[in-house]
C-alpha cells in the first residue's frame, strides 16, 4: 500500500507552515503524524515549526535526510510532515519515495524558488525542488500578498542582493513580490 505525496510551495510569506500546520492537526484526528524540520532552519526554534505569526507545533530536528528516514521508518507513525524541505540534502527525494513505499503520507512544505527566481537547489546542479514537484499526487500552490504593490505574490525577494542562496531571515531580510517588482 503506498501513501499519497503532498507538496505545499510558494513563496515566503504565503501560509506554507501554517497550511502544513493545518494538515498535521487533521492528521491528529485519525492516525499518528509527526513533524520534521532541517536543523538549519533555527529561525525561531530548534524543536519546533512556527509559523510567522507565532502559532508552534512539537517537530523532529534532523541534520539531513538520512537522519529523517532513521526517524521516521517502521513504527506506528502513519503521516510525515516536513517543513522547509528545500534545506535538506538531494537525498529527501528518495526519502519521500521510501516513505511513501511504506504506506505512509508525506507531506512537504517548501520554497519552490530561490530569492533570484529560479527553482531551489542550494547550488547543486544535480537536484532542486522540482523533484519534489514532480513526485507529487497532490500540490498546493500558495500566493502572497506583494508588498510593492499587494496584488498576488509569487516571488521572494531579497533586500540585500548577492551572497548565498541560503540567508535565514524573516520579514527583516525578506518580502513577497509580484513578478513586475520582483526584480
Same mark, same amino acid.
Given at each position: 500500500m503506498k501513501g499519497k505525496f503532498t507538496v505545499i510551495t510558494g513563496p515566503m510569506f504565503s501560509g506554507k507552515t501554517t497550511t502544513l500546520q493545518i494538515e498535521y492537526d487533521k492528521a491528529r484526528k485519525v492516525g499518528k503524524p509527526r513533524i520534521y524540520k532541517p536543523s538549519i532552519d533555527d529561525r525561531y526554534s530548534i524543536d519546533e515549526v512556527v509559523t510567522h505569526d507565532g502559532e508552534k %507545533?512539537?517537530?523532529?530536528?534532523?541534520?539531513?535526510?538520512?537522519?529523517?528516514?532513521?526517524?521516521? !521508518?517502521?513504527?506506528?507513525? !502513519?503521516?510525515i510532515f516536513i517543513d522547509e524541505a528545500q534545506f535538506f540534502d538531494p537525498m529527501i527525494v528518495g526519502v519521500v519515495q521510501n516513505l511513501l513505499n511504506e504506506g505512509k503520507n508525506v507531506y512537504v512544505a517548501c520554497l519552490n524558488q530561490d530569492y533570484r527566481g529560479t527553482p531551489f537547489s542550494l547550488g547543486r546542479p544535480d537536484y532542486n525542488v522540482g523533484e519534489l514537484l514532480a513526485r507529487a499526487d497532490d500540490?498546493? @500552490?500558495?500566493?502572497?500578498?506583494?508588498?510593492?504593490?499587494?496584488?498576488?505574490? +509569487?516571488?521572494? @525577494? %531579497?533586500? +540585500?542582493?548577492?551572497? +548565498?542562496?541560503?540567508?535565514?531571515?524573516s520579514g527583516d531580510k525578506y518580502e513577497a513580490r509580484c513578478y513586475k517588482h520582483h526584480s
Open positions: %507545533r512539537e517537530a523532529v530536528n534532523c541534520k539531513n535526510a538520512e537522519e529523517l528516514e532513521l526517524f521516521s !521508518t517502521g513504527g506506528d507513525i !502513519t503521516d500540490i498546493k @500552490y500558495l500566493k502572497a500578498r506583494c508588498e510593492t504593490c499587494g496584488e498576488e505574490a +509569487s516571488k521572494t @525577494y %531579497r533586500k +540585500s542582493q548577492g551572497g +548565498s542562496t541560503v540567508e535565514l531571515g
